[in-house]
């Protein structure tokens, strides 16, 4: 079946760094994408979103690529901190259908 | 303040023996999920609901029923909990189709 991935289950970076975290969707009909970071013991937090009909969007010190014709999406942390330090999800939806991927875990090193 | 309240936040109870976990929003969103979050699996959806008395079954719905009585409330039910139901359990809501989802913080079920 048609599923949402990401390319690293782990990634670490050092403090002040830039980070880029990526996910592969592969359900063409997704109109809606989402990034959230989930701290330990507690539920997803929304990061940014962004439209099909977009191919960047830039928040405070993140930004989300998405590349729709090898059906990529990209978040891009700049200045990274320790308390950016997460695991951090992708999810695509198709009206009512959100899928989510397995997730990346993002360390930051003093 | 704007929330997802789920009730319990941690669980163990025997094989069985019905539990339900409630899920209560005050944003008056009309759009109600339940996930499970699984190593490696990601979040799954369970079940989902768009409005009142309208719900429909998720990826894995199996084992699992759901009620939508009112808007802000959408309890999770498990009428005879099995092991593979242990899991970190996440209530969400959405204010439409394309808008995030706020999420409650997750109750940790264990089945034995």
């Known amino acids: 079946g048609e599923s949402v991935g990401l390319h690293l289950p782990t990634l670490s970076v050092q403090e002040g760094d830039n980070s880029i975290i990526n996910c592969a969707y592969s359900?063409?009909?997704?109109?809606?994408f989402i990034w959230y970071k989930q701290e330990s013991g507690k539920g997803p937090q929304f990061i940014i979103d962004i439209r099909s009909n977009m191919d960047k969007r830039q928040g405070q010190r993140v930004t989300v690529l998405l590349n729709k014709t090898v059906k990529h999406l990209s978040l891009q942390i700049a200045a990274t901190q320790p308390g950016d330090s997460a695991v951090y999800f992708c999810a695509e939806r198709e009206n009512n259908d959100m899928r989510f991927g397995a997730g990346t875990r993002l360390t930051v090193k003093p | 303040e704007a929330q997802v309240t789920q009730n319990p936040r941690y669980l163990i109870t025997v094989t069985g023996k019905k539990l339900t976990v409630t899920c209560s929003q005050n944003?008056?969103?009309?759009?109600m999920s339940w996930y499970r979050q699984d190593p490696g699996l990601g979040l799954r959806q369970i079940y989902y609901s768009m409005n009142v008395e309208v719900t429909d079954k998720g990826d894995v719905p199996e084992g699992y029923k759901v009620s939508r009585k009112e808007k802000r409330n959408f309890p999770l039910i498990l009428e005879s909990p099995s092991p593979n139901q242990t899991s970190l359990y996440f209530c969400?809501?959405?204010?439409?189709?394309?808008?995030?989802?706020?999420f409650g913080q997750g109750t940790r079920l264990t089945v034995v």
């Open positions: 969400a809501s959405t204010r439409g189709a394309n808008t995030e989802a706020f």
């Open positions: 944003m008056n969103h009309e759009y």
């Open positions: 359900n063409s009909a997704s109109d809606y």
